[in-house]
């Protein structure tokens, strides 16, 4: 049975008159006018739970195959929503009046076990072998890469934090060296994760300089399992990206092996406090490494609504439309379709039903774009396509909304995001949650540094202020006794499941509580005349101050 939306429409003209009565005695946060404020409060958004039901009930059936990227799936999804789109009168938003902007994606399937070799200082050469002592992947400019007699040095973590005081590069020039890096960031950085202990850092860094390979040091057995398993896996990349010419991994024992004696304590103070210039490892790294490649044709979609005075900047809601298609084999039952209801229907179905708020509400001061990316479940491929090449330059976007995956519970106290504490987004939509009687949360699990892991990651990577809500716990009706337990039964029995499919009993609730706010959010900056902007101690604030120049 589907629930009767939060927001029924005889509660709407009180609801209004709340958020402007809070919004007229709470202080504001910088970049948000009381005026925008004051028309996102008023404004009225229907959302329906029967139409996100519809959405989900056709994106999750059979017939779309899991919406694999390239396949039936994505032919099928994308006609869905450009129908819908053009249902509701809204504008194409790619160029040259299209609807879709071309993500070309290559498949990485190794041909054969990688080959390498070490010759230390002494001259004598040592095999390395595949998935016992090293890792390798080709990167996306050659799938053939035979190089030999490459230098290697170690810089510590790969990174390169002024405002934290920590560098491990400094001047260092790696044109033709390999870099062997630590996974993850100093520990001074805290214990969950952040950009700097993330791939792309990783790879910029180590880019910046000419490093022809980078090589993660995995110290705990468990992440070096799972480094191995991964290797001999097929992988995508965006066609053209900027990578270095091949990736890898090692294990603890094969880099004190290649660092020598004194390797230990180069690693104690790479952890201690940055090395200020990696140290090289006296010997030299030869690879062979041959993998088949296959070219994925595949798109994101763009819809947008003009800004009425400010058409030349932008917010973007963004939701990925794939899943991971078919499983290898089918289950006891038959099944072998990850119907991907859930992950990311539910999204996909939100970031309509956000067009056809805006659609019906006040005209934006901004232009809006909903942004339906692809290839998310292979590596938020779609959107660091888009971030690559964007249709609205970066530095004219305001902020980036994400909607992957709708919370599917009762009410809630807490409105849950990831990255609690990144930028001025969020203390938007906590005055809107205080309307509701909730407050605005971390997402219970920053271990897992989910903010890094989904498509608004490569905005927040460009520069643009970017926020993703999730599933709250703190129910009203049990508190976190009854929702912590609710979301993680959930996820375990549906996350990538084949069970993942459309049901007719969704609770809707939440849902709608949190697509109301994520609606006045949007609102609130897309009429604001200044623009949001990152906590001081958000990672990303060097990249905004660029890009604030290119804008200005």
């Given at each position: 049975?589907?629930?009767?939306?939060?927001?029924?429409?005889?509660?709407?003209?009180?609801?209004?008159?709340?958020?402007?009565?809070?919004?007229?005695?709470?202080?504001?946060?910088?970049?948000?006018?009381?005026?925008?404020?004051?028309?996102?409060?008023?404004?009225?958004?229907?959302?329906?739970?029967?139409r996100?039901?519809?959405?989900?009930?056709?994106?999750?059936?059979?017939?779309?195959?899991?919406?694999?990227?390239?396949?039936?799936g994505?032919?099928?999804?994308?006609?869905?929503?450009?129908?819908?789109?053009?249902?509701?009168?809204?504008?194409?938003?790619?160029?040259?009046?299209?609807?879709?902007?071309?993500?070309?994606?290559?498949?990485?399937?190794?041909?054969?076990?990688?080959?390498?070799?070490?010759?230390g200082?002494?001259?004598?050469?040592?095999?390395?072998?595949?998935?016992?002592?090293?890792?390798?992947?080709?990167?996306?400019?050659?799938?053939?890469?035979?190089?030999?007699?490459?230098?290697?040095?170690?810089?510590?973590?790969?990174?390169?934090?002024?405002?934290?005081g920590?560098?491990?590069?400094?001047?260092?020039?790696?044109?033709?060296?390999?870099?062997?890096?630590?996974?993850?960031?100093?520990?001074?950085?805290?214990?969950?994760?952040?950009?700097?202990?993330?791939?792309?850092?990783?790879?910029?860094?180590?880019?910046?300089r000419?490093?022809?390979?980078?090589?993660?040091?995995?110290?705990?057995?468990?992440?070096?399992?799972?480094?191995?398993?991964?290797?001999?896996?097929?992988?995508?990349?965006?066609?053209?990206?900027?990578?270095?010419?091949?990736?890898?991994?090692?294990?603890?024992?094969?880099?004190e092996?290649?660092?020598?004696?004194?390797?230990?304590?180069?690693?104690?103070?790479?952890?201690?406090?940055?090395?200020?210039?990696?140290?090289?490892?006296?010997?030299?790294?030869?690879?062979?490494?041959?993998?088949?490649?296959?070219?994925?044709?595949?798109?994101?979609?763009?819809?947008?609504?003009?800004?009425?005075?400010?058409?030349?900047?932008?917010?973007?809601?963004?939701?990925?439309?794939?899943?991971?298609?078919?499983?290898?084999?089918?289950?006891?039952?038959?099944?072998?379709?990850?119907?991907?209801?859930?992950?990311?229907?539910?999204?996909?179905?939100?970031?309509?039903?956000?067009?056809?708020?805006?659609?019906?509400g006040?005209?934006?001061?901004?232009t809006?774009?909903?942004?339906?990316?692809?290839?998310?479940?292979?590596?938020?491929?779609?959107?660091?396509?888009?971030?690559?090449?964007?249709?609205?330059?970066?530095?004219?976007?305001a902020?980036?909304i994400?909607?992957?995956?709708?919370?599917?519970?009762?009410?809630?106290?807490?409105?849950?995001?990831?990255?609690?504490?990144?930028?001025?987004?969020?203390?938007?939509?906590?005055?809107?949650?205080?309307?509701?009687?909730r407050?605005?949360?971390?997402?219970?699990?920053?271990?897992e540094?989910?903010?890094?892991?989904?498509?608004?990651?490569?905005?927040?990577?460009?520069?643009?202020?970017?926020?993703?809500?999730?599933?709250?716990?703190?129910?009203?009706?049990?508190?976190?006794?009854?929702?912590?337990p609710?979301?993680?039964?959930?996820?375990?029995?549906?996350?990538?499941?084949?069970?993942?499919?459309?049901?007719?009993?969704?609770?809707?609730?939440?849902?709608?509580?949190?697509?109301?706010?994520?609606?006045?959010?949007?609102?609130?900056?897309?009429?604001?005349?200044?623009?949001?902007?990152?906590?001081?101690?958000?990672?990303?604030?060097?990249?905004?101050?660029?890009?604030?120049d290119?804008?200005?």
């Open positions: 049975m589907i629930r009767r939306s939060f927001f029924a429409a005889s509660a709407l003209p009180i609801l209004a008159a709340l958020a402007l009565s809070a919004c007229a005695t709470a202080p504001l946060p910088a970049g948000a006018p009381t005026d925008a404020f004051a028309v996102a409060s008023a404004a009225h958004p229907q959302f329906s739970a029967q996100l039901s519809d959405h989900i009930k056709y994106l999750a059936s059979d017939e779309l195959e899991g919406r694999f990227p390239g396949q039936i994505e032919r099928l999804t994308l006609a869905y929503l450009q129908a819908q789109y053009e249902a509701m009168g809204l504008e194409p938003g790619g160029r040259d009046v299209s609807w879709l902007q071309p993500v070309d994606l290559v498949r990485f399937t190794p041909a054969r076990a990688p080959m390498a070799t070490w010759k200082s002494d001259g004598v050469a040592l095999a390395l072998t595949s998935g016992t002592d090293i890792t390798l992947r080709a990167g996306p400019a050659d799938p053939q890469v035979k190089l030999d007699g490459l230098p290697v040095v170690f810089a510590g973590y790969g990174v390169v934090a002024p405002e934290r920590w560098d491990d590069y400094g001047s260092a020039d790696l044109t033709g060296k390999v870099v062997v890096v630590l996974r993850g960031q100093p520990a001074s950085m805290g214990a969950d994760p952040n950009f700097y202990g993330s791939t792309t850092h990783k790879m910029q860094e180590a880019l910046k000419g490093a022809v390979g980078v090589i993660t040091l995995q110290e705990e057995a468990g992440r070096w399992r799972r480094a191995v398993g991964g290797a001999t896996r097929p992988q995508m990349t965006v066609k053209g990206s900027k990578e270095t010419r091949f990736t890898g991994a090692i294990d603890a024992a094969t880099a092996r290649l660092g020598g004696s004194a390797f230990a304590s180069v690693l104690t103070r790479a952890k201690a406090g940055g090395l200020g210039g990696p140290v090289s490892l006296d010997g030299t790294l030869s690879v062979d490494i041959d993998e088949t490649t296959e070219v994925i044709h595949s798109n994101n979609l763009l819809a947008r609504i003009p800004g009425a005075k400010r058409p030349d900047e932008y917010v973007i809601y963004s939701a990925h439309w794939d899943h991971v298609g078919k499983a290898r084999q089918p289950d006891a039952t038959g099944d072998d379709i990850y119907n991907g209801a859930w992950d990311n229907a539910s999204g996909t179905a939100g970031l309509i039903e956000m067009a056809r708020a805006f659609k019906a006040p005209a934006p001061e901004r809006v774009v909903f942004l339906h990316v692809t290839a998310e479940e292979q590596g938020l491929l779609g959107s660091e396509a888009y971030a690559a090449d964007p249709v609205y330059p970066l530095e004219r976007t902020a980036d994400n909607i992957d995956m709708l919370p599917f519970t009762p009410a809630t106290r807490d409105v849950a995001i990831f990255g609690v504490g990144k930028s001025e987004l969020e203390d938007i939509l906590g005055r809107f949650a205080a309307v509701q009687g407050v605005v949360t971390g997402d219970g699990y920053p271990e540094g989910f903010y890094y892991r989904s498509d608004h990651f490569n905005f927040a990577a460009g520069g643009v202020p970017a926020l993703m809500p999730w599933t709250g716990r703190d129910f009203v009706e049990g508190g976190i006794e009854a929702g912590k609710y979301y993680e039964g959930e996820m375990a029995k549906y996350y990538h499941q084949l069970k993942d499919e459309w049901r007719p009993d969704y609770d809707f609730t939440a849902a709608l509580q949190n697509l109301d706010l994520l609606y006045r959010l949007g609102l609130t900056v897309a009429d604001s005349t200044t623009w949001p902007a990152w906590k001081p101690t958000a990672e990303f604030n060097a990249i905004r101050d660029r890009s604030s290119q804008r200005r």
